[in-house]
């Protein structure tokens, strides 16, 4: 149980497009969710933290304009990166807290690597 | 603050051997301490987790042991085994039923077990 995917593994795009990034909770109610982006050989970065239903609440230094979440539906939330550049290659890892459970957990996905070009 | 440091960056150690990753943290609202896992091009999972009413906690080869006082805790992988081979990331979170607390992680171990 408690199973999270992310889709799509891996994309590539080019420099100026939009590629968007989902996050399902396969087996149980994701009531938050959460967008970590990873640098190689770097620890987790906090991107933004996601209610079902309401605005995500981005952290400091990331632009909500840029990268746009959306957490529309208790099993899925997206991640969208607009006018992808360069430097917004990463790993993107999305994580879900069980709103049903009694005990706090994040259960992460397999993450997607994004390659803008 | 709201850091937690972790040591060292990386680790090699002989197949057999006992590992050791060493993390402290300042905040002492922090109440939850897990461990993740991460292969590389995969996302963490959660290894082993304690709370400090605790001193030590062990899970097969996996163990924590935890300092209240000193505020530090640490992991240590028994009869370490080249499958370990990973990095591992410690964090700590504050009031852990709280479904929008975040997770605040180290800046990671990188372990290596030589075959």
């Known amino acids: 149980g408690a199973v999270v995917s992310q889709h799509p593994s891996w994309v590539i795009c080019k420099s100026g497009t939009s590629v968007k990034i989902e996050c399902r909770s396969l087996?149980?109610?994701?009531?938050?969710m959460f967008w970590y982006r990873q640098f190689p050989k770097q620890s987790l970065m906090l991107m933004a933290t996601?209610?079902?239903?309401?605005?995500?609440?981005?952290e400091q230094g990331v632009e909500k304009d840029k990268f746009l979440i959306n957490h529309a539906s208790l099993t899925l939330s997206t991640l969208t990166v607009t006018s992808a550049h360069p430097e917004d290659s990463s790993f993107y890892i999305c994580?879900?807290?069980?709103?049903?459970?009694?005990?706090?957990?994040?259960?992460f996905g397999p993450g997607t690597r994004l390659t803008v070009t | 603050q709201q850091q937690v440091k972790q040591s060292p960056q990386s680790l090699i150690v002989q197949k057999g051997g006992i590992s050791i990753i060493n993390c402290a943290y300042e905040?002492?609202?922090?109440?939850?301490f897990p461990w993740y896992q991460q292969f590389p091009g995969k996302g963490p999972a959660l290894l082993i987790a304690?709370?400090?009413?605790?001193s030590e906690k062990k899970e097969g080869r996996f163990t924590i042991s935890f300092n209240k006082s000193a505020k530090q805790f640490s992991l240590h992988i028994m009869d370490s085994q080249p499958g370990d081979s990973a990095t591992y990331f410690c964090?700590?979170?504050?009031?852990?039923?709280?479904?929008?607390?975040?997770?605040?992680f180290g800046k990671g171990t990188r372990l290596h077990i030589l075959p």
């Open positions: 994580s879900a807290i069980n709103g049903q459970a009694s005990s706090y957990e994040q259960y």
């Open positions: 087996d149980f109610q994701a009531t938050t």
């Open positions: 996601s209610n079902e239903g309401s605005k995500a609440t981005y």
């Open positions: 905040n002492t609202a922090f109440d939850y």
């Open positions: 304690i709370r400090p009413d605790v």
């Open positions: 964090a700590a979170t504050d009031r852990p039923l709280n479904r929008d607390d975040k997770i605040i």
